[in-house]
């Protein structure tokens, strides 16, 4: 069965910190697809990356990073110099192999930022 | 840039009734999901739709609950009569690869 952890619940920085955003995964694939998506205060879900198992590269988009590690099953995501619009609560989902499989989301993390 | 919708995007009902949520979809997607959370809880799969049939449902997705594209652009999800616990947001999501996701309808039951 597939699993996904974020331990972390709530976060709560200063407007300009850097802050990281954990996830743990657990599946029995060896082909999957990890993602994250964020939930803003208006309630909305809004993807913002998916990963392929088989690419381990990191990525950097703007002030967001994502570290995947496949050896420690994580994939970790980093907002440099939070901006109070960062503010939401972020999801990290994973997906079975099969182009309509489902998404099994984590807990979630509420992030506020502060000015 | 296309976008998943839902309608409502509030429903209150009665304990016992029926309602349908609707969802259209983005024109070229061709796999369809219906997701919920309950308030301050994670994002939970109800069901996969894939060519007019169910490809995956969870426990969650009892008889009460059905889906269907009755017209081939609208996506449904229908609770036959409704309990306190189905109180929460419901989100409908297509895809091609990546799920895009709809605003949400924010169900309560009262």
């Known amino acids: 069965a597939q699993k996904v952890t974020q331990a972390q619940t709530e976060i709560s920085v200063v407007e300009k910190e850097d802050v990281t955003l954990d996830c743990v995964y657990e599946?029995?694939?060896?082909?999957?697809?990890l993602f994250w998506y964020k939930q803003p205060p208006s309630g909305e879900l809004v993807f913002l990356i998916r990963?392929?198992?088989?690419?381990?590269q990191n990525e950097i988009s703007g002030r967001y990073s994502w570290n995947f590690q496949k050896s420690t099953s994580s994939f970790n995501f980093t907002i440099t110099a939070s901006q109070v619009v960062d503010s939401a609560v972020y999801f990290c989902a994973l997906r079975e192999p099969g182009a309509n499989s489902k998404l099994t989301f984590g807990k979630g993390i509420t992030l506020s930022v502060r000015p | 840039e296309p976008e998943v919708t839902q309608t409502p995007s509030h429903q209150v009902t009665q304990m016992g009734q029926e309602v349908i949520l609707r969802c259209v979809p983005i024109?070229?997607?061709?796999?369809f999901y219906w997701y919920r959370q309950i308030l301050g809880q994670k994002v939970e799969f109800l069901v996969s739709?894939?060519?007019?049939?169910?490809?995956?449902k969870s426990e969650i997705f009892d008889d009460q609950f059905s889906v269907e594209r009755p017209d081939g652009s609208n996506f449904t999800l229908k609770i036959r009569s409704t309990k306190l616990e189905d109180s929460a947001m419901y989100f409908c999501?297509?895809?091609?690869?990546?799920?895009?996701f709809g605003p949400g309808t924010r169900l309560t039951v009262l």
């Open positions: 024109s070229n997607h061709l796999y």
């Open positions: 990963r392929n198992s088989f690419d381990e």
């Open positions: 999501a297509s895809s091609m690869f990546e799920q895009f």
């Open positions: 739709f894939y060519n007019n049939e169910i490809s995956e």
């Open positions: 599946t029995r694939d060896t082909t999957y697809y």
